[in-house]
T-cell receptor, first 114, second 114 residues
Framework: NAGVTQTPKFQVLKTGQSMTLQCAQD?????MSWYRQDPGMGLRLIHY???????DQGEVPNGYNVSRSTTEDFPLRLLSAAPSQTSVYFC?????????????FGNGTRLTVT | SQQGEEDPQALSIQEGENATMNCSYK?????LQWYRQNSGRGLVHLIL?????REKHSGRLRVTLDTSKKSSSLLITASRAADTASYFC??????????????FGSGTQLTVLP
């Protein structure tokens, strides 16, 4: 039981490049989400999904796309990377869309955009 | 926007002492959760307290919630060097709608000195 797996662990991009951050969970969780963590700002919600085929925007969605074709996978796409997207990205999942179940986090992807 | 704000931002104590961290939030909530983050890792769920609860215990952890003051505290008793980590509160606001949108504070960095 691996939990939430994120790849890659580290990535360096040039401005304007695109890439996909991968996230997979093996707990059959309904809810999945992406957060970014910046120094002094806590975690901010980018996008979330309450089930296969259903996604919605969080607090800071601009510049990012998501899709949820299966229950297990929730990739995050950066369309045209910008230095402001330099951050640590966390994928998290939960049993339910309701807020009274804990979030399970992956170990993060550290992204640098030059 | 950050719903929860932790205080203090950093705390340094000796092994065996108690550590208290506080969290204040702005809007009405369904529940409040505390998470721990070790350096370079994802967040790990510690404890959830619902809005109709005032106090909850889990091992060496004690959480209180005062909805009238919109604040919570996390007490770690008899601290150990292994408790060194960042601690975050996360709130599940009543305005979340159909799906959770947990909002995280910026965290308290706890250092336990051996």
């Amino acid at each position: 039981n691996a939990g939430v797996t994120q790849t890659p662990k580290f990535q360096v991009l040039k401005t304007g490049q695109s890439m996909t951050l991968q996230c997979a969970q093996d707990m059959n969780h309904e809810y999945m989400s992406w957060y970014r963590q910046d120094p002094g700002m806590g975690l901010r919600l980018i996008h979330y999904s309450v089930g296969a085929g259903i996604t919605d925007q969080g607090e800071v969605p601009n510049g990012y796309n998501v899709s949820r074709s299966t229950t297990e996978d929730f990739p995050l796409r950066l369309l045209s990377a910008a230095p402001s997207q330099t951050s640590v990205y966390f994928c998290a999942s939960s049993y339910s869309r309701q807020g009274d179940f804990p979030l399970h986090f992956g170990n993060g992807t550290r992204l640098t955009v030059t | 926007s950050q719903q929860g704000e932790e205080d203090p931002q950093a705390l340094s104590i000796q092994e065996g002492e108690n550590a208290t961290m506080n969290c204040s939030y702005k809007t009405s909530i369904n529940n409040l959760q505390w998470y721990r983050q070790n350096s370079g890792r994802g967040l790990v769920h510690l404890i959830l307290i619902r809005s109709n609860e005032r106090e909850k215990h889990s091992g060496r952890l004690r959480v209180t919630l005062d909805t009238s003051k919109k604040s919570s505290s996390l007490l770690i008793t008899a601290s150990r060097a292994a408790d060194t980590a960042s601690y975050f509160c996360a709130t599940d606001p009543i305005s979340s709608g159909s799906a959770r949108q947990l909002t995280f504070g910026s965290g308290t960095q706890l250092t336990v000195l051996p």
